[in-house]
């Protein structure tokens, strides 16, 4: 699920920042070449194929890594079915897919947030895979205005924006957020991610654009409150997290 104003775990901090906070993440440069002057994917001649490995391959965090991908591409398809709206399922995956990949060393920049990094090298990126170019731009739009905080423009770049915005809530929220506790003790701790929790649960609901969206975060607002409320009366005010 990281950045000038809000991400990597959604804090509002650089992206930079939080990376060296947290982890390093290792890429294979099976998927990139780093002597490259512009970031790419390699073809095989099915976009799709090679799109969905390079992120397994490089985007692996347990907060916005592949999986995340995954989650968001197809809750942004249920809420649009939802709601009616057919969405280009050619932009929605390639968006989906690799919106956060500016998360990840390499391909972050610093002191540029990732969502505007992703959306400036995602042409590059797809660029001689057979992905039709001549929807990039709505590509670059929906991964620009993906985090909450952001107001999105068109069915695809609304319904990631909701599919986001609903996973840092919920069980899945939890999953997420805690994923990025230091086992060894040191940045982030318990307290501090507890503290993010409730950011999101404060933040987030309000955020959402979609009639399906605004329908699904409720039961997930209710998740999360109730996760919280037992963890505090477990944990003595989550003093001994």
Known sequence: MSVSSQKRFAYPVALGSLIALIATVGIETTAWSAEAAKPTIESTGDWRADVLRFAQVNLKHPAWGASHSVRDYELARE?????????????????????????????????????????????????GTGFPMSKIEAVRGSIRTHMYGRDPTGPEAIYLHDADALDWLGAIGVAR?????????GAPDGPTVVKRLESNLAQVPARIVSK?????????????EEFLRDLRSESADFRSL
């Open 79 to 127: 809420l649009a079915a939802a709601d009616g709206v057919t969405l280009d399922d050619d932009v929605l995956y390639a968006a989906a897919y690799l919106h956060d990949v500016a998360a990840f060393a390499p391909f972050s920049k610093a002191g540029v947030d990732h969502q505007d990094e992703a959306a400036s090298i995602v042409e590059s990126m797809l660029a």
């Open 177 to 185: 957020v805690f994923g990025l506790v230091d086992p060894n003790g």
């Open 212 to 224: 399906a969206g605004k329908a699904r975060a409720p039961q997930r607002v209710r998740e999360l």
